[in-house]
């Protein structure tokens, strides 16, 4: 699947101090694991509405990682799905009156849009569910043929659907460190079914909906029967096929820890034997709006596409998002907004200026802030500094230091200040 043009990114001088960054399977904030080639997976949308600022909050966060990973000179082979067909989307289509393949390619346009806006790197690999059929297929079939998942009859129709025996599976409980109550809370509203009779265990999760009527159905070969796949075993293949098993971040929202997180982790396990599925769990805290998470499904919602539409320059969302540190919930509000509006224009009078302080203590201090669990408001704090000096005219001025600094918050923050 297509992904979106990418910005360029200025390579600076110098280099980043190891990053470090909240891990929560272990805890606790650790250096990030990872050879010369970092391979990052990162959950992507479901594509039945546009882009809303919780969304552009997680890119924007892992955009940050993807920077400072390549700022160290790492190579990183970034990966990002689109949950192409899945009940919300198709719920939503239904209720809209619309076609669901083309409520999705709709909004997943629309994203890539907000994502170009954003100067959000692409993944290197970008893929829907319904273009990885044949390797979810084949993924489900050996888990069932190594009887690690097992098949439960369909009362109205011929096939069979097809879960992942998950509790006895080896690691299962280690991404979240949920106890099994704490799990059983949220399963149901998260997409799981634990109600239903017949399953090994309540936390099972599907892994394959055989074919029902008026649903859509993809040839699941000789093993499978018609049908389409669970929600997680998507992320499970996505992943193993682009980068194997332990590549160095998993990361998405809050809500994702549990199931969606935990099931994708156990399913790589149980396929492979090995563990851990990613050395590093990375997670988005969630954006609300009006005391609310922000979410489609409630529809408290703003919209990237509307503020654009509305002129609202890009780079003074993404100056917006970089105020909240990306572990603690906050909730939208138009200030936020016009601070940043201010604030770029600040920044672009103080680089546009002929001279000003030497940028080298401003790209240390903003590379010091990003490894430390990607503080980016401290980040953003130094840039304040600079431009406050420059725009004062108080210290020692460096003739060209202004494009020096732009360059390096172009390339770390992803914030361009041209125009
Ligand atoms: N397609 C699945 C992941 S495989 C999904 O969760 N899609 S989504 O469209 O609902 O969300 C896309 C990404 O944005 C996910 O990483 C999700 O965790 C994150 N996200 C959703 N709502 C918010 C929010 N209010 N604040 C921050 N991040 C959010
Ligand atoms: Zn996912």
């Known amino acids: 699947m297509e992904s979106w043009p990418s910005p360029l990114r200025p390579v600076i001088p110098g280099s980043p101090p190891a990053l470090r960054l909240f891990d929560t399977a272990a805890g606790k904030v650790r250096e990030v694991e990872t050879g010369q080639v970092a391979g990052m997976y990162v959950c992507g949308i479901t594509p039945y509405d546009a882009t809303h600022l919780g969304h552009a909050a997680t890119y924007v966060t892992f955009d940050l990682v993807n920077r400072a990973l390549r700022d160290s000179g790492r190579e990183v082979v970034y990966v990002q799905n689109v949950t192409d067909v899945d009940e919300p989307l198709l719920?939503?289509?239904?209720?809209?009156?619309?076609?669901?393949?083309?409520?999705?390619?709709?909004?997943?346009?629309?994203?890539?849009?907000?994502?170009?806006a954003l100067r959000v790197l692409p993944p290197e690999h970008y893929h829907g569910v319904v273009d990885s059929i044949p390797y979810i297929v084949d993924v489900v079939a050996r888990l069932l043929e190594a009887g690690t998942a097992y098949r439960l009859g369909v009362a109205e129709g011929t096939g069979a659907d097809v879960y992942l025996d998950v509790t006895s599976t080896a690691g299962f409980g280690q991404v979240s460190g949920w106890s099994r109550a704490e799990m059983l809370e949220v399963f149901a509203e998260r997409g799981g079914?634990?109600?239903?009779?017949?399953?090994?265990?309540?936390?099972?999760?599907?892994?394959?909906?055989?074919?029902?009527?008026?649903?859509?159905?993809?040839?699941?070969?000789?093993?499978?029967?018609?049908?389409r796949p669970g929600w997680h075993i998507e992320c499970t293949t996505i992943a193993l096929t682009h980068l194997g098993m332990g590549f160095a971040i998993q990361g998405g929202g809050s809500d994702l820890v549990f199931p969606h997180h935990e099931m994708s982790a156990a399913q790589g396990t149980a396929l492979t034997g090995q563990s851990p599925f990613a050395t590093h769990y990375v997670h988005q805290a969630m954006v609300g709006l009006d005391g609310e998470k922000m979410s489609k499904s409630k529809g408290n919602l703003v919209l990237v596409s509307r503020l654009l539409a509305d002129h609202v320059d890009p780079m003074a969302i993404r100056l917006a998002l970089?105020?909240?540190?990306?572990?603690?919930?906050?909730?939208?509000?138009?200030?936020?907004?016009?601070?940043?509006?201010?604030?770029?224009?600040?920044?672009?009078?103080?680089?546009?200026?002929?001279?000003?302080?030497?940028?080298?203590?401003?790209?240390?201090?903003?590379?010091s802030a990003l490894s430390n669990d990607l503080d980016a408001a401290a980040a953003v704090d130094a840039v304040d500094r600079w431009a406050d000096d420059v725009l004062d005219g108080s210290s020692a001025a460096r003739p060209g230091a202004g494009t020096e600094v732009a360059r390096a918050v172009d390339a770390l923050l992803g914030v361009s200040l041209a125009g």
């Open 91 to 116: 719920e939503r289509a239904a209720r809209d009156g619309v076609d669901w393949q083309d409520l999705a390619a709709q909004e997943t346009a629309l994203f890539r849009q907000d994502m170009a």
């Open 193 to 227: 079914d634990p109600e239903r009779p017949g399953k090994r265990d309540a936390l099972d999760p599907l892994l394959w909906r055989a074919a029902r009527e008026g649903e859509p159905c993809w040839d699941g070969g000789r093993v499978l029967g018609r049908g």
């Open 322 to 367: 970089l105020r909240h540190h990306y572990r603690t919930d906050w909730e939208w509000t138009g200030a936020d907004l016009t601070e940043a509006v201010r604030r770029l224009k600040r920044w672009r009078m103080a680089a546009a200026a002929p001279a000003g302080p030497p940028a080298d203590s401003v790209i240390a201090a903003l590379r």
